[in-house]
């Protein structure tokens, strides 16, 4: 089912996600993206270094949460321009008990609507909100002005 | 210079030219789409992506984080710069595609210093990379926001 420019409206829902993250994840994308930062895999630096514990990459959550948009869209390429601030970090937490490293985590929440749509480009904003609990467990937005506009 | 953080102000309007050509690979592209959770499937399957009038696999949208960052080592690493990388955390990202990145792209990235101004006590440097195609056709627009943390 493509996605018809005529069709959309502004406000409109395109649907919602949930993303588990894991200390595995983390170490995965530290590889493929080449960002090392310990703060992102050893919980003693973070920890030295002010932060709860060990957090996301922010550039992990942004590239998942537009998963969200290319999947709605169904081409990565119409993607023409993505945006966003770091509002707060999504702590990952390791497993309990330890049994299986890949356990453990957070859960990052995704959203995402038609925030605007220009006729003339053909192109969609989709807005997205991202949100994950922090330490104590409260819903915190941890992306602000996360934006795509989207070539229809 | 204690309002940016002991940041050299010269640098703002310095242009790092590119010192390597990326070759972007199929497997880039699959293990950086892994990492995001992407399952597109023209991030994976050639001749999908082919069908979908691409010349080969096309990279998620967050893909040229990859080179931005390499690239940002010009200037982290300048001595004269003096940013403690130590203190750096990512304020806020943004790509704007003028075309989509495929395997076998030859990419070059160009960091232009934009902007840099106090912030309590720190400061935020603003970066930009241009990525550029072997034939210096213009392929994505990154820029980053980076906050300097003041003493805590």
Same mark, same amino acid.
């Given at each position: 089912m493509k996605v018809q420019f005529e069709n959309l409206e502004k406000g409109e829902e395109i649907g919602s996600r949930d993303i588990s993250v894991t200390r595995a994840d983390l170490v995965r994308?530290?590889?493929?993206? +080449? &960002?090392?930062?310990?703060?992102?895999?050893?919980?003693?630096?973070?920890?030295?270094?002010?932060? #709860? +514990? !060990?957090?996301?990459? +922010?550039m992990f959550t942004m590239g998942a949460a537009v998963q969200l948009? /290319?999947?709605?869209?169904? &081409?990565? +390429?119409?993607?023409?321009?993505?945006?966003?601030?770091?509002?707060?970090?999504? #702590?990952? #937490?390791? @497993?309990?008990?330890?049994?299986? *490293?890949? /356990?453990?985590?957070?859960?990052?929440? !995704?959203?995402?609507?038609?925030?605007?749509?220009?006729?003339?480009?053909?192109?969609?904003?989709v807005d997205l909100t991202v949100s994950a609990p922090d330490t104590e467990g409260k819903e915190q937005k941890v992306l602000g002005k996360a934006q795509a506009l989207v070539q229809l | 210079?204690?309002?940016?953080?002991?940041?050299?102000?010269?640098?703002?309007?310095?242009?790092?030219?590119?010192?390597? !050509?990326?070759?972007?690979?199929?497997?880039?592209?699959? &293990?950086?789409?892994?990492?995001?959770?992407?399952?597109?499937?023209?991030?994976?399957?050639?001749?999908?992506?082919?069908?979908?009038?691409?010349? &080969?696999?096309? @990279?998620? *949208? /967050?893909?040229?984080?990859?080179? @931005?960052?390499? @690239?940002?080592?010009a200037l982290i690493q300048d001595p004269g710069a003096g940013i403690d990388f130590s203190r750096v955390v990512h304020a806020d990202q943004r790509f704007t595609h003028h075309r989509p990145i495929v395997a076998g792209d030859e990419l070059s990235t160009e960091v232009h210093v934009d902007k840099l101004r106090a912030m309590g006590a720190g400061a935020m440097l603003t970066t930009r990379e241009e990525i550029k195609d072997a034939a210096g056709q213009p392929v994505a627009t990154c820029v980053s926001s980076l906050l300097v943390r003041g003493e805590s």
């Amino acid at each position: 089912m493509k996605v018809q420019f005529e069709n959309l409206e502004k406000g409109e829902e395109i649907g919602s996600r949930d993303i588990s993250v894991t200390r595995a994840d983390l170490v995965r994308y530290a590889g493929a993206s +080449g &960002d090392f930062n310990p703060i992102h895999w050893n919980e003693r630096f973070a920890t030295e270094v002010g932060l #709860p +514990g !060990v957090i996301a990459h +922010g550039m992990f959550t942004m590239g998942a949460a537009v998963q969200l948009v /290319t999947d709605w869209v169904g &081409d990565p +390429g119409a993607i023409m321009d993505y945006q966003t601030r770091f509002t707060k970090p999504v #702590p990952v #937490p390791d @497993a309990q008990g330890a049994e299986n *490293p890949a /356990t453990g985590g957070n859960v990052i929440s !995704v959203s995402g609507t038609i925030g605007a749509l220009d006729e003339e480009a053909r192109t969609a904003r989709v807005d997205l909100t991202v949100s994950a609990p922090d330490t104590e467990g409260k819903e915190q937005k941890v992306l602000g002005k996360a934006q795509a506009l989207v070539q229809l | 210079m204690s309002e940016t953080k002991g940041i050299n102000p010269e640098i703002v309007g310095r242009v790092y030219p590119a010192r390597e !050509v990326f070759q972007v690979g199929r497997e880039h592209i699959r &293990d950086f789409a892994r990492a995001v959770k992407a399952e597109n499937a023209l991030h994976f399957d050639v001749e999908a992506a082919q069908q979908a009038g691409y010349a &080969d696999l096309v @990279a998620p *949208p /967050t893909f040229a984080i990859i080179l @931005a960052q390499k @690239a940002d080592a010009a200037l982290i690493q300048d001595p004269g710069a003096g940013i403690d990388f130590s203190r750096v955390v990512h304020a806020d990202q943004r790509f704007t595609h003028h075309r989509p990145i495929v395997a076998g792209d030859e990419l070059s990235t160009e960091v232009h210093v934009d902007k840099l101004r106090a912030m309590g006590a720190g400061a935020m440097l603003t970066t930009r990379e241009e990525i550029k195609d072997a034939a210096g056709q213009p392929v994505a627009t990154c820029v980053s926001s980076l906050l300097v943390r003041g003493e805590s």
